[in-house]
């Protein structure tokens, strides 16, 4: 076997990783570098010759550092993203470095099992049924998939229609409800189920954003035939959740009428309010859909990427993707399970040990903590906003997300996109843009672990700065 001195190849990756974790709390937020500008720093040629590992290592993290984001920063608020748990960060170092494919439980019975015990925990905080089955997969674009898959399996059939055998030519036609806020990964994973988005009605939603139930009641009650109903825990602009309770009690006066019927839920991020006393009572009624797509590299803040796919009925879920070949060994369904049988993928990465590591290092106490001071810090940005002159927050902050526009007397649009390009070039912190109800808006997200007080009130003055600035 090649020899190879790790020592100070993973002693100057450690330090280099150690400098950048310590640059977050002045380095500029946004990246320095445009796009343009790496491509430059990177092209060449294939290189004839090879180099060592340690100037490879050398060279690629002082040539990325001005393109790098400080996205694990606390003053990082762009889309929804999360940093990484210490204890995360380490165990997925750990990961790459013990490199257990592990789509299997008997030849990786560590990786195989830490994820099953992750998967249980996951479910019991997030208030889920205790039979659910669950996949870590990539993010919550393939949990959605992987849901939606077993949903597709479930509806079918429940019409004497098995489309893991005869496909969709033929098929009885499957109706999709989504929400008409629906984030737009869902649109991608029924496009990629073979339904095609012609075959989805929208289904109406209220000034926040939630789907209303009275409207999905009355598209049901025309609806025929395999259905399928997609929620949402979390719009990716308000955090509003779709009441729950009342959808799933349409859902169910529907199943009873008609067979094969499947509520699935989009809670990449909304999902977590189930982990929060406090905030519970906006997914009330969650636990009674069929499926949940979640991520724990949004709020869970583990490192990228890791996505959660759970269904109430294992069944379908596993007869939609399960895998028999025979150079694999036989599936064992004595108390574990063989992660392939649950994801799309074959060869995967552990994912299991950083999810296992951030919830060990924070409890059940330290996860409810996490969820709420998000909120808190959110409610935080949007009572300081609403206080100051030409700043409204325009959607009722009830979970990690503020919506905020700027007036200077001419066109708000205008003006609000200036802010947020202000502010985004300022570098004290970042804020996306959005469009939501036809107007332009900054996007506040707070999904980080380690996001204070000190770090709210930074960006505050910076936003107030770029809002008080002239054109
Ligand atoms: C982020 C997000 C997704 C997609 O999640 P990925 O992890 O990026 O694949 C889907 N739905 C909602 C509501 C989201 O916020």
Known sequence: MIKTDWK???????????????????????ARAT???????????????????????????????????????????????????????AAD????????????????????????????WLTELLGLPAHCSGALVTGAQVANTVCLTAARHAVLAAHDWDVEV???????????????????????????IGLGTRSTVAVDTD?????????????????????????????????????MSEICDVVDRHRDQRSGTWLHVDGAF???????????????????????????????NTPYDCGIAFTAHPEAHRASMSIRAAYLPEGADEGYRNPVDWTPELSRRARGFAVYAAIRELGRQGVEELVDRCCRMASRFADRLNDAPGVSVVNDVVL????????DGGDDDAHTRRVVTRVQREGTCFMSATTWHGMDLMRISVSNWSTDESDVDRSLESILRAHAERV
């Open 400 to 407: 990690n997300q503020v919506l905020v526009r700027f007036s």
């Open 207 to 243: 000034e926040q954003g939630r789907m209303r139930a009275g409207a999905l009641a009355q598209l049901l009650e025309e609806t025929r035939g395999p259905t399928i109903v997609c929620a949402q825990a979390g719009n990716v602009n308000t955090g509003a959740i779709d009441p």
């Open 8 to 30: 100070p190849l993973l002693d100057l990756t450690s330090r280099l990783a150690r400098e950048y974790l310590e640059s977050l709390a002045d380095r500029p937020i946004r």
């Open 93 to 120: 170092w750990l990961t790459v470095a013990w490199e257990q494919n592990t789509g299997m439980a008997e030849p990786t019975p560590a990786a195989s099992m830490v994820e099953q015990v992750a998967l249980r």
């Open 270 to 300: 909304g999902l977590w309010a189930q982990a929060s006393a406090d905030k519970r009572a906006l997914s009330r009624g969650i636990e009674r859909a069929d499926s949940w797509a979640t991520d724990a590299h949004k709020w869970l």
């Open 166 to 192: 005869d496909g969709l030519q033929g098929a009885p036609k499957i109706s999709v409800l989504v929400s008409q806020e629906q984030h737009d990964t869902v649109a991608k994973s029924i496009r990629h």
């Open 35 to 89: 796009p343009e500008q790496m491509l430059a720093a990177f092209d060449g040629p294939v290189p004839e010759t090879g180099l060592s590992a340690l100037k490879v290592v050398e060279e690629l993290a002082r040539g990325a550092d001005p393109g790098l984001a400080a996205m694990p920063s606390g003053r990082f608020f762009g889309w929804v993203i999360g940093g990484s748990h210490p204890a995360a960060l």
